[in-house]
């Protein structure tokens, strides 16, 4: 499968995706109250909202937020979730802008499913001069039970046409791809990593939030989760996963041409 279609497959089961998807870590929000500064109540666009993951906690401080989601299905989830949100159903790759602008357009964990040809200047031209257009990404890396996920790396090798090769990098090693942010005006990147602990089955659960999971066939995917369930079984029945959190944010002084 390719993007077009990988990014579907999310909505497939949404109340999964929403019980089981990491949230974000609280600085993240300190950081861009931050970057967005003093002032009226902020202006968010929320490209890629899922069900919510990282829209509640904007509500929670008192933002104003509109989010597009491809999803009908995480869409009725986040509506029903957060009433004050208006969640737009739209791929936001065709989407026609609004008139109106805001003090920050963000993107969690969802940026990369935009076309790359058009995602900054149109996420940026959504952004009033001055305002801030911020892309978080989570990253999978190495750390928690290190041993765990080497002897689990080897079910994919058994399972999976294409198994990872290297293992998970460190934290410090994931680099900051700011490039392509960088003609809108001066870039910051933070960092956040942190850990989270998981039974077997919130494990197994969670991989099957993930799109490349639930694109294997029956018969690979019963495979993988049965040679990984054994292992996590083995070990005491709990595997802790190590997660970075990374925030690219751009102060968008200059107006990009928005495309598409």
């Keep these: 499968m390719g993007r077009l279609e990988l990014r579907k497959t999310f909505g497939e089961d949404a109340e999964l995706y929403d019980r089981v998807r990491p949230t974000y870590p ?19 666009l929320e490209i890629g909202c ?31 979730k957060l009433p004050e949100v208006e969640v737009i159903t739209a791929d936001f790759d065709s989407w026609p802008l609004p008139a109106e602008k805001f003090d920050l357009v963000i993107s969690a964990t969802a940026f990369h499913w935009l076309d790359p040809a058009t995602r900054v200047a ?5 952004v009033r001069p001055g305002g801030v257009l911020a892309v978080v990404s989570t990253h999978h890396v190495a750390g928690g039970s290190e041993q765990l996920f080497a002897d689990v790396q080897e079910c994919y090798n058994r399972f999976t046409d294409d198994p990872e090769k290297g293992g998970l ?18 870039v910051e990147v933070r960092r956040f990593a942190w850990e989270q602990v998981y039974t077997t089955a919130e494990y197994l659960d969670l991989l099957s939030s993930y799109s490349g999971h639930r694109a294997l066939t029956t018969q690979a995917r019963d495979g993988l989760y049965g040679c990984i369930s ?15 959190t990374q925030l690219i944010a751009a102060n968008c002084l200059n107006q990009p041409l928005a495309s598409g």
């Design 122 to 126: 149109k996420s940026a031209a959504a």
């Design 26 to 44: 609280p600085g993240l929000y300190d950081e861009l109250a931050g970057l967005l500064g003093d002032g009226e109540r902020p202006r968010v």
């Design 230 to 244: 054994a292992l996590i079984e083995a070990a005491g029945g709990s595997i802790t996963k190590s997660y970075l």
């Design 169 to 186: 990098p460190r934290a410090d090693d994931v680099p900051a791809e700011t490039g392509e942010f960088e003609a809108l005006g001066p």
């Design 50 to 80: 899922g069900t919510g993951q990282a829209t509640g906690p904007m509500v929670e401080r008192g933002w104003s937020v509109k989010a597009v989601e491809l999803s009908a299905e995480l869409s009725r989830v986040a509506r029903a």
